[in-house]
């Protein structure tokens, strides 16, 4: 029961570089989302897709790009990484259901940018 | 602008020292407060979700309540599993796609 994998779990980056993060739900949740979290700050929300084809900002979005080709796979790309978005970044996914539909983490990716 | 603030940031007990975590909260018509669970290097686990003010829920030694302002976390002697960081999250009624706000947390640390 494989819930919401991201990969990869550590990635370190000098700043000017790019990578893509892959979040995958096999539990077929229209709803994904993207947090970053930082010490002594709450969970930001940085993008989010409600389905396939669909993406919107959250409350961080600069400096981020998501794509949701599939409704399984959500991505989020750093195209010129900066030392501001070291993080610990999370995704997450729901079903429709429900308005107050409970969210299903990912175990999240720790990103360095030196 | 919705806005959530828990205390204590941080709680030590020792094993069976039963206490309470604080969320305080504004926001512009609750349709949801959540609380989260959180392990060291894991995402966030669902705990509870209440809805209305005089509302409560439990599971096995948590109890959550919830009035017009806040809610408690109420913990009952605790073991050193319930240590964790709790997250306090709130869902407007005119937010776009069910976002949710999330306070800082509260890191409890149970000892033996």
């Known amino acids: 029961n494989a819930g919401v994998t991201q990969t990869p779990k550590f990635r370190v980056l000098k700043t000017g570089q790019s990578m893509t993060l892959l979040c995958a739900q096999d539990m077929n949740h229209e709803y994904m989302y993207w947090y970053r979290q930082d010490p002594g700050m709450g969970l930001r929300l940085i993008h989010y897709s409600v389905g396939e084809g669909t993406t919107a900002k959250g409350e961080v979005p600069d400096g981020y790009n998501v794509s949701r080709l599939k409704k399984q796979n959500f991505l989020l790309g750093l195209e010129s990484a900066a030392p501001s978005q070291t993080s610990v970044y999370f995704c997450a996914s729901r079903r429709r259901g429900s308005q107050t539909e409970k969210l299903f983490f990912g175990s999240g990716t720790q990103l360095s940018v030196l | 602008e919705d806005q959530v603030t828990q205390s204590p940031e941080a709680l030590r007990l020792q094993e069976g020292e039963s206490s309470s975590l604080n969320c305080s909260y504004t926001?512009?018509?609750?349709?949801?407060l959540f609380w989260y669970r959180q392990d060291p290097g894991k995402g966030p686990e669902f705990l509870f979700t209440?809805?209305?003010a005089g509302e409560e829920k439990e599971k096995e030694r948590l109890k959550a309540t919830l009035t017009k302002k806040e809610s408690f976390l109420h913990i009952t002697a605790p073991k050193p599993e319930d240590s964790a960081t709790y997250l306090c999250?709130?869902?407007?009624?005119?937010?776009?796609?069910?976002?949710?706000?999330f306070g800082k947390g509260t890191m409890l640390l149970v000892s033996p």
């Open positions: 926001v512009s018509g609750l349709r949801g």
């Open positions: 209440l809805y209305s």
């Open positions: 999250a709130v869902q407007a009624r005119n937010s776009g796609y069910s976002t949710l706000t």
